[in-house]
């Protein structure tokens, strides 16, 4: 079976690839690991892990490449590109072919400019469930909650770590999504109250490290008496 290898996202010099995930159609009986490491001694260049592990099961395991801009680690020197080598071991090592043994990374300047949310809106409200869009202005994770309207802007460090809310009464749901070159992305969300105002908020972290003035939307959801008459 293929383990599919991706493409890394360029690097800024100083920040880091963000999570970048190899995946497979099906996951192991009981496992296997997929062994990286730098083929060169570059300057600077770190990997978040040595292996990315797959437990019975799972389809997906992610890695970060960083890039250090300290003097003192790198010698002054700007590594512009480079390479990782790739193999497996483990249990289930036999069953499964890489769909390459070497993956490239590329180095760029430094990117010092705050990300910016370009979208953030609710679409196709219903009675239980609505769709957040969050188009972004480059590159990122999203870090998102939506709780009770009127619930206090929550600190970055609150939704990055999925709670716990300052109140359990606000019901509050954490999540984080990769937003890619496509620059856009859409998150559907489930198991709301019937016409119950809401509110969405949403910090975003680019590959340098740097994050936004935090957005919020607000929606209600549709009520039962909505349902009805759509249905008769």
Known sequence: MRINVPSL????????????????????????EILMNLME??????????NAIFMSGEQHSAFSVYSSNDTNVTGGVMVSRGTIGLALSGTNKDVYTLSQETLDFQIINADPTPPEITELSVTDITMNSANIVIGTSEIVRAYYMIALAGTAMPSMEEIMNGGPPAYQTTQSKYGMIQIGTENIA??????????????????????????NTPRT?????????????ELY
Do not use: H
């Open 217 to 229: 939307q607000t929606f209600t959801t549709l009520s039962k008496g909505f349902f009805y008459k």
């Open 186 to 211: 859409t998150i559907p969300v489930t198991e709301l109250v019937a016409e119950t105002p809401y509110q969405v908020y949403v910090y975003v972290v680019d590959r340098g490290g740097n994050t």
């Open 9 to 32: 996202y360029e690097i800024p010099y100083g920040g880091n690839s963000l999570p970048t995930n190899f995946q497979v159609d099906y996951g192991p009986d009981i496992g296997f």
């Open 41 to 50: 001694e570059y300057p600077g260049i770190q990997l978040d892990r040595r």
